[in-house]
């Protein structure tokens, strides 16, 4: 993978860091398919049971575009400029979202644009208390795109979703939580460790139970309330034949503390 892209697996934990500090982490093409090849080889691997997505520097966790090659696309006359949708971040954003393992983002500084929107494609985001979120595309005549257009209302709502696009600004990190965009917030020196100890508690925790928590999570949301608890079904009786279950069972009768095996 190209070096704006970090890979690296520890103990079940696939730790992803996008590595291009001095441009704010925007994303150029080679850093687009090197993150996409990263969150899909992660998906892929069975030795890894949670993700942390996170970037180099302190000012930004993703600025979204590289607008800078993007205008050099447009001067030259590309008809392709806009296949980045359908070639980087539609598969990316399917990878973190659908992927049977729970997926940490540390948002170590200012996430716009698909920055944004690879933050929210996250199941669980820490986040600095110096960073900020926009979603910029209107700024620059574009419409959603990273996901954003299906997370974002799944987690402030249909209403403020359309206030954020319509009208982007940056949300600074308290309002984030308060809007729960941000899952945890932490000062900014403590970020790194924080996010890394989040995400490996859930890479030593039962894969199983939180693949199924991530599926009924957003099953839910789109369908009735019949048809939720028939996918609740499905996916307890899964969790309950998995080996973790035994282990926990197990484990809380012995007053003991758990040790999953991710199966």
């Known amino acids: 993978m190209a070096d704006t892209v970090l890979y690296e697996v520890s103990d079940g934990l696939a730790t992803i860091t996008i590595n291009r500090p001095e441009a704010m982490n925007a994303l150029n093409i080679a850093t687009k398919v090197a993150l996409?090849?990263?969150?899909?080889?992660?998906?892929g691997d069975d030795a890894v049971r949670a993700v942390l997505l996170t970037s180099a520097g302190e000012r930004a966790f993703c600025v979204g575009q590289d607008l800078k090659e993007h205008i050099g696309l447009l001067a030259d006359g590309s008809t392709s400029?806009?296949?980045?949708?359908?070639?980087?971040?539609?598969?990316?954003?399917?990878?973190?979202?659908?992927?049977?393992?729970?997926?940490?983002?540390?948002?170590?500084?200012?996430?716009?644009?698909?920055g944004f929107g690879l933050a929210l494609a996250a199941d669980y985001r820490v986040v600095a208390d110096t960073a900020g979120f926009n979603t910029s595309f209107a700024g620059v005549a574009l419409t959603a795109d990273s996901g954003i257009s299906w997370t974002l209302p799944r987690v402030v709502g249909p209403g403020r979703a359309a206030d954020l696009l319509l009208f982007p600004r940056t949300i600074k990190a308290q309002e984030a939580?308060?809007?729960?965009?941000a899952n945890?917030?932490?000062?900014?020196?403590?970020?790194?460790?924080?996010?890394?100890?989040?995400?490996?508690?859930?890479?030593?925790?039962?894969?199983?139970?939180y693949a199924?928590?991530?599926?009924?999570?957003?099953?839910?949301?789109?369908?009735?309330?019949?048809?939720?608890?028939?996918?609740?079904?499905?996916?307890?009786?899964?969790?309950?034949?998995?080996?973790?279950?035994?282990?926990?069972?197990?484990?809380?009768?012995n007053k003991e503390a758990p040790k999953y095996l991710g199966r």
């Open 36 to 43: 996409r090849d990263a969150v899909q080889a992660a998906a």
């Open 81 to 114: 400029v806009m296949s980045t949708v359908k070639e980087h971040y539609n598969p990316v954003v399917r990878a973190l979202t659908e992927m049977p393992k729970p997926v940490v983002a540390g948002v170590n500084g200012v996430a716009a644009g698909a």
């Open 177 to 181: 939580y308060e809007l729960g965009i």
């Open 184 to 209: 945890r917030l932490v000062p900014a020196g403590e970020l790194r460790g924080e996010a890394e100890k989040v995400a490996r508690a859930l890479a030593e925790g039962p894969t199983v139970a």
């Open 212 to 253: 199924a928590i991530k599926e009924s999570l957003a099953y839910g949301f789109s369908h009735s309330l019949s048809e939720t608890l028939e996918k609740e079904d499905e996916l307890q009786t899964r969790a309950g034949a998995s080996e973790d279950h035994a282990i926990a069972v197990r484990a809380f009768v």
